[in-house]
Structures are given as structure tokens and as C-alpha cells.
């Protein structure tokens, strides 16, 4: 079965931290990883979109790597800020999974003053 | 201004009741897709349609209706059959196994 997790599920740090969060999943193939972002009651934002041939991503403070051989991806955020406060969440788009992204179920980050 | 609206923004449904939940894009997306959103659970996948007039059943579609008669439309009809319908409802497009944009989200609640 195609699955993603995240761990851990909620995540404090102080203003100013630099920090990973972390996606796994279970099966190599994929055609591309995506990270959002999702403020309370909010839709989710898209911060970066990884395809299958790279090894990583970068928007600004954020840095997104995948290796597919380990089925992991990170997302580093560097620098962190009380505005950085949200949850985090990793979806794959599986080769053969039916052309629709699979989620983890997310990263509740609280970056304090 | 390019982006994904949905309507209403909450919505509130009597039991044995049919309400409908819009989407709209003016991305120039083919594909569309319907998530649901319950505490503590990543989004489960409802419907997705990758072209005009055609859409395909996701994970949990037991309980709702699709259609797609035009490309920057996609709405979602919740039907009485659906047992537990409260929660937090997404609709995202894409370009073909793109990056996927949502709108900001419905939250049905049943009374």
C-alpha cells in the first residue's frame, strides 16, 4: 500500500531556530513530492514542488530534498519565525497510484518568541 | 487575478438533506480534484476529473455526486447517503500531474 508519514506530529522551537521536518514514504516510484502549508481553517498554500529527477528545491528560507532510494524528504526551514506557525504537510504523487496525490496526515510546527 | 474559489465558505445541512459545494478556477487547469478533511486524518481524495466531461471516483466517494459540463467548474453535491458529512471540504486543479493550487475550503456542518 502507497503511504506517507510525518514525524513528528507537532513540533515547538524558539524564533530564530533552524529546523527539519520530515516525510517518508513507501514506494520508490514516484512522479513528484509536494509540500504545503495550511494555517488554521485555511486551504493549503504551495511552497515547493519536487519532480522525480531532482534532488531538491529552493523558495527562499525554505529548502525541500527528496531521495527516492530511502523513500524520504525533508523540508528545511531556516531562520524560523513566529509567522512560520502552521501545519506542514508532504504529498506524493505515486507512479500508478491513480493520478492523485497521497497525504500525510501533517507537522503542527509553533515557532515562540 | 488567477486562483480556486469555493462557495459557501460554511455551509450548514439538515439530516436527509442534498447540499452542493462550488469550485471554480480560472487557472486554465484540466484536472480537478475534491478532498475531504477530518481532524487528526491527512486529506482523503472524494473525486477527480482530469478533463471536461469526465471524472473518476477517489477513495471515499460512497455519498457524493460530481459533474464537470465546463473546464473551470467542479462541483461537489453531498447526498443524504453520505452518513458522517461534517467536515472540512477542498477542492485543487492542476495541470496534468502538476503542481496542485487549492481554494480555501468549505466546512459543512450537519445539524
Known amino acids: 500500500k502507497q503511504e506517507v508519514t510525518q514525524i513528528p506530529a507537532a513540533l515547538s522551537v524558539p524564533e530564530g531556530e533552524n529546523l527539519v521536518l520530515n516525510c517518508s514514504f513507501t514506494?520508490?516510484?514516484?512522479?513528484?513530492l509536494q509540500w504545503f502549508r495550511q494555517d488554521p481553517g485555511k486551504g493549503l498554500t504551495s511552497l515547493l514542488l519536487?519532480?522525480?529527477?531532482?534532488r531538491e528545491q529552493t523558495s527562499g528560507r525554505l529548502n525541500a530534498s527528496l531521495d527516492k532510494s530511502s523513500g524520504r524528504s525533508t523540508l528545511y526551514i531556516a531562520a524560523s519565525q513566529p509567522g512560520d506557525s502552521a501545519t506542514y504537510l508532504c504529498a506524493v504523487f505515486f507512479t500508478g497510484g491513480g493520478n492523485k496525490l497521497t497525504f500525510g496526515t501533517g507537522t503542527q510546527l509553533k515557532v515562540e518568541l | 487575478d488567477g486562483g480556486i474559489t469555493q462557495s459557501p465558505k460554511y455551509l450548514f445541512r439538515k439530516e436527509g438533506q442534498n447540499v452542493t459545494l462550488s469550485c471554480e478556477q480560472n487557472?486554465?487547469?484540466?484536472?480537478m480534484y475534491w478532498y475531504r478533511q477530518d481532524p487528526g486524518q491527512g486529506l482523503r481524495l472524494i473525486y477527480y476529473s482530469q478533463i471536461v466531461n469526465d471524472f473518476q471516483k477517489g477513495d471515499i466517494a460512497e455519498g457524493y455526486s460530481v459533474s464537470r459540463e465546463k473546464k473551470e467548474s467542479f462541483p461537489l453535491t453531498v447526498t443524504s447517503a453520505q452518513k458522517n458529512p461534517t467536515a472540512f471540504y477542498l477542492c485543487?486543479?492542476?495541470?496534468?500531474?502538476?503542481?496542485?493550487?487549492f481554494g480555501p475550503g468549505t466546512r459543512l456542518t450537519v445539524l
Open positions: 487557472l486554465n487547469h484540466d484536472a
Open positions: 519536487i519532480q522525480s529527477s531532482q
Open positions: 514506494d520508490s516510484a514516484i512522479y513528484n
Open positions: 485543487a486543479s492542476s495541470i496534468a500531474g502538476g503542481e496542485q493550487f
